[in-house]
């Protein structure tokens, strides 16, 4: 196969993006913490749940992104990757690895989690095998790159603006926009997974959250409990007006049996009482 060739700069190494074969070994890297998958997982669920994920889309966690430069394979495995549309694959075959432009689009957003210990997440090294933050600004070419810091809850969010990344600016709400996902992204505090912390979510454009399954469960188990007040409530109430129709009857027998008690005196005085 032939393989598409980007020399962007003089500056620049050679490019190439060629799709790597079945039997190529892949960097072998264990996460560097329980949460990391968590915190990839919660922003795919939410986007699920919401129905915006489409089947032509990659959204991948810990997953590789490749490119040849200067003939050597480079293959970097962020934290968390979309890519808007990328060319299907036959059915029953596995995606091991993402190379841009020879398997669909380029990422439109890569995600790295910070652990304890910084892992080059900052990283310009311009030499094989790559820093990452030079990877994904200089070779991919990613439209945005953010940086998250589970420990104090800081999220770095950065755009690519005439080939170097820009950090921006939240909005007044602490959120950015995501053009790609047309979401917020921002920070939230809060419990999931047993794990009290900060968290990653998202936000639509008129600011509603959107719900992990768990908060679904929960809204819809407040609806159910809602319903069946609102059940016993209308029980209580016609109950109420059962009692009231009741104690109007009982009160309307009385009346007539004191109008009847009346009459038959009236008539034992010979008084018609009718001709009253």
């Not at 989690?113 to 997440?121: A, D």
Request: glycine share 6%; net charge negative.
């Amino acid at each position: 196969m032939t393989a598409l060739q980007f020399p962007l700069s003089p500056s620049l190494p050679l490019i190439t993006w060629e799709k790597l074969p079945a039997d190529f070994i892949l960097p072998d890297e264990p996460v560097e913490s329980n949460l990391q998958p968590l915190l990839a997982a919660a922003l795919r669920e939410s986007l699920e749940l919401a129905g915006l994920i489409l089947e032509s889309m990659l959204i991948a966690s810990n997953f590789g992104l490749c490119a040849t430069v200067d003939d050597k394979t480079v293959v970097k495995a962020p934290d968390w990757v979309y890519v808007p549309s990328v060319r299907s694959i036959l059915q029953g075959q596995i995606r091991r690895s993402y190379t841009p432009h020879a398997e669909g689009e380029l990422p439109s957003i890569v995600m790295e989690f910070i652990s304890e210990t910084e892992g080059g997440e900052y990283s310009i090294n311009p030499h094989y095998p790559y820093g990452k933050w030079y990877f994904y600004e200089q070779i991919l070419k990613v439209p945005t790159y953010a940086i998250f810091h589970p420990q104090t809850g800081i999220l770095e969010v950065y755009s690519l603006v005439e080939g170097k990344y820009e950090q921006q600016t939240a909005d007044e709400s602490d959120r950015y926009w995501i053009e790609a996902l047309s979401l917020f992204l921002g920070v939230w505090c809060g419990r999931k997974a047993e794990i009290e912390g900060y968290w990653l979510r998202w936000w639509d454009e008129s600011g509603n959250l959107l719900s992990w399954g768990s908060e679904l469960v929960e809204q819809e188990r407040q609806r159910i409990e809602q319903e069946r007040q609102r059940a016993e409530q209308a029980e209580q109430q016609a109950e109420q007006e059962r009692q009231r129709a009741e104690q109007a009857e009982r009160q309307a027998e009385r009346e007539r049996q004191r109008a009847e008690k009346l009459a038959k005196k009236l008539r034992t005085m010979e008084i018609n009482p009718e001709e009253i």
